[in-house]
């Protein structure tokens, strides 16, 4: 036999088992890949950094690729996953290695700094037209042409204003030396916003400071303070934006000693800051609502749990359903109906409108199903007869005792319900068990505009894994 037939009858042979075996060893690979792809934590950068690396060893260079962008969306300041793109630190910012090698042709006296990357300019956004479902608020004593500060009964002395302000950014210089982090640092009228992002003008900066006013414009509506320019709270609101939910995380534990807690609210409050990581966190609008309420006409008079939750949810359900990023979030004011329409229709419920005016405090265990109540009482009574908010906390109110006092707190308690079943009557000439009928009709009626099926589908999307590409 010929040494040509020599090399044919061999490759017959061996080349196919060659191939059997490459194809058994990726398969094992492919395996591999998958396991670790499903175990990925969905917000950690450092684990994305280190499955780019697995893929690139492993020669899935498209994987790699996308896990390596994942890192700095999830951490924009990954320096790890910067290097692997080619960038280098330059001040705060990062360039390019190209660009900094590149001559200038110029002495290094008038040698420019290399252009940074670009931080998306700060953009202010307008909320889109209400549109069906979306619920209806009074009409905003804000558009008056007449309207001003000088209508807004919130009055705060100047000094002590500007005091509190100077000691808000020592406490946050401090913070940052401490920590060896950089805040940006954005101030306006009514808030004060620390963030670690690379600008204060960041595009998440613009998203969250858009939510914040559209808030204190449906805030000034519901409570009825005049003027665009009203102050609804004593002090400017004090927020820190982590720039990634590690960042966040490490801030709870360190900073404030709070156990990281994946909340829906994506942040919480402690003391005079609201920490959040998501420019869309309903923690910082809770907080806005709350504490206005707790001011309203400048006065910090104790008042029911359901009030103040109320309004906080009537702002988050409304600022959702007008411009929710998803079907889920456009359905949060009416899914709010429908649990509460569930509690009410319930067999043996017991839950009413005196267990919301009598209740001295939220039940922690059934904080949604609270809230949900809370809001529908606080929406339907609003729209009937929007003034009655602010009476139950104007000057007619008890004044409360000293919270230390836990004997005159049980007596005054009792006092504020009767006042507060004072005012409703007063308000809507009708006694509570009628005024309970009525709001639990409203209940029913709202509730039969709740679309299950389209809430369950953002919630549950026919999707397994991950499906995206790049």
């Given amino acids: 036999m010929n040494r040509l037939a020599i090399a044919v009858v061999l490759n017959l042979i061996l080349v196919p088992a060659l191939l059997n075996a490459q194809d058994s060893k990726r398969s094992e690979v492919l ?43 999830i951490d924009e300041d990954h320096t790890d996953a910067r290097e692997a793109l080619g960038y280098a630190r ?24 290399p252009e940074a990357e670009k931080t998306p300019e700060l953009v202010i956004t307008t909320p889109p037209a209400t549109e069906a479902g979306v619920p209806s608020l009074p009409a905003d004593p804000s558009t008056s042409e007449e309207a001003g500060t000088e209508d807004s009964e919130l009055v705060v002395d100047a000094t002590s204003y500007s005091a509190d302000v100077i000691r808000k950014k020592e406490w946050a210089a401090s913070l940052a030396e401490n920590l060896n982090i950089e805040f940006q640092t954005y101030e306006d009228q009514d808030f004060l916003i620390h963030t670690t992002l690379s600008s204060a003008r960041h595009a998440k900066v613009g998203q969250l400071l858009a939510q914040l006013k559209a808030a204190k414009k449906l805030l000034g509506t519901v409570l009825g303070a ?13 927020i820190v934006l982590l720039r990634s939910e590690q960042q966040f995380q490490q801030f709870a ?31 910082a609008l809770r907080i806005l609502a709350t504490d206005a309420v707790k001011y309203i006409h400048g006065t910090d008079r104790q008042t029911g749990w359901w009030l103040s939750e109320g309004v906080a949810e009537l702002v988050i359900g409304t600022l959702k359903s007008k411009s929710g990023k998803d079907a889920r979030d456009k359905a949060y004011f009416l899914r709010n109906y429908k649990t509460t329409a569930d509690i009410l229709s319930a067999e043996n419920n017991e839950d009413n409108i005196y267990y919301l005016l009598e209740a001295q405090e939220m039940k922690r265990r059934q904080e949604r199903r609270s809230r949900a109540m809370a809001m529908t009482l606080v929406n339907f009574l609003s729209r009937k007869v929007p003034r009655f908010l602010s009476d139950l906390k104007g000057k007619e109110a008890p004044a ?10 049980k007596v005054y308690w009792l006092s504020y319900v009767n006042f507060q079943e004072k005012t409703l009557k007063t308000h809507f000439k009708k006694e509570t068990e009628e005024l309970d009928l009525l709001w639990k009709r409203h209940v029913l009626d709202m509730a039969k505009k709740y679309n299950p099926a389209a809430d369950q589908r953002a919630r549950y999307p026919n999707v397994r894994g991950r499906n995206r590409q790049d």
Wanted: glycine content about 4%.
């Fill in 31 to 73: 395996k591999e890949y998958c396991k670790r792809a499903a175990q990925l934590p969905p917000r950690d950068a450092n684990a994305h950094f280190r499955f780019y690396l697995w893929c690139s060893e492993n020669n899935f260079s498209n994987e790699a690729g996308f896990y390596l962008k994942e890192a700095l969306v």
């Fill in 90 to 113: 330059y001040g705060s910012s990062w360039v390019l290695k190209t660009e900094l090698a590149k001559p200038t042709g110029k002495s290094s006296r008038n040698t420019k700094a």
């Fill in 226 to 238: 005049k003027g665009k320019d009203a102050l609804l709270w004593p002090a400017k609101v004090q």
């Fill in 253 to 283: 534990e360190v900073v404030d000693q709070v156990d990281y807690a994946k909340n829906p609210e994506s942040g919480y409050t402690k003391e005079e800051h609201t920490a959040i990581w998501q420019p869309d966190s309903t923690a």
């Fill in 400 to 409: 409360a005792p000293p919270e230390d006092d836990a004997d005159a707190l």
